[in-house]
């Protein structure tokens, strides 16, 4: 496959590394290539590019940037995402502090981002994924208690089963919620994820969906 990832952030850089591990050709999008130095030391066969350019080379594309620049950022590249699978890894997240250890969101409580930025691509193909543990557990996640579930949705099924075969190779359970309305409820897993981090520095957990 062809991965476009935008952003060059931490989840940006493992997120990276996890499809460059798994043999596909990755391209990695950036306002500022010298965020990217020191990891394409680390992984050569890295390219880097604009936006614009990273969204041209992917096949699949990865949002991977701040919550708060995600809108601005997918506007100006919408055209080149039609008909595209776009991993959304955002969440929106505030500038405002955390309270008691809660943080804050500027979307409000029936509303998602991706919602939002599905509205502003009509013609891509947005998948929730990722925006529920750190970034350490993003790629082959290891727990005493097995494989951790991550939660998706999104409203092409394509799509979502297009991500769920990369979440069986990047060694996680998926849980697939269906459609574009379940976002919120995905992205307010986050705020759930950072509250032992914010209150006791422990970040080393994720969610496990149990059946009978």
């Known amino acids: 496959m062809k991965i ?10 493992t997120l990276a590394a996890g499809f460059l591990k798994y043999g596909h050709d990755v391209m990695v999008g950036t306002s500022n290539a010298s965020k990217l130095k020191d ?32 809108e601005e950022i997918v506007n100006s590249i919408s055209n080149g995402l039609n008909g595209k699978t776009i991993i959304d890894t955002t969440n929106p997240i505030d500038n405002k502090p955390p309270v008691n250890g809660v943080i804050q969101y500027f979307t409000k409580m029936n509303e998602s981002l991706m919602e939002r ?26 727990f005493p208690g097995g494989k951790p579930t991550m939660f998706i949705c999104g409203n092409s099924d394509a799509a979502r089963k297009e991500v769920t075969g990369i979440l069986d190779a990047f060694g996680w359970e998926t849980s697939d919620l269906g459609k574009a309305e379940a ?7 986050c705020m759930l994820w950072c509250i032992p981090g914010m209150t006791t520095g422990d970040w080393t957990h994720a969610f496990k969906m149990l059946k009978l």
């Open 4 to 13: 476009g990832i935008l952003g060059s952030g931490v989840v940006a850089q």
């Open 117 to 142: 930025l599905q509205r502003i691509a009509p013609q891509a193909n947005f998948v929730k994924c990722f925006n529920s543990v750190g970034s350490t557990f993003m790629v082959n996640p290891q």
């Open 39 to 70: 990891f394409q030391d680390k992984n050569p066969k890295t390219k880097t590019g604009t936006f614009a350019e990273t969204v041209a080379f992917g096949n699949t594309i990865v949002l991977a940037v701040k919550g708060t620049a995600a």
């Open 183 to 189: 976002a919120g409820s995905i992205e307010s897993l």
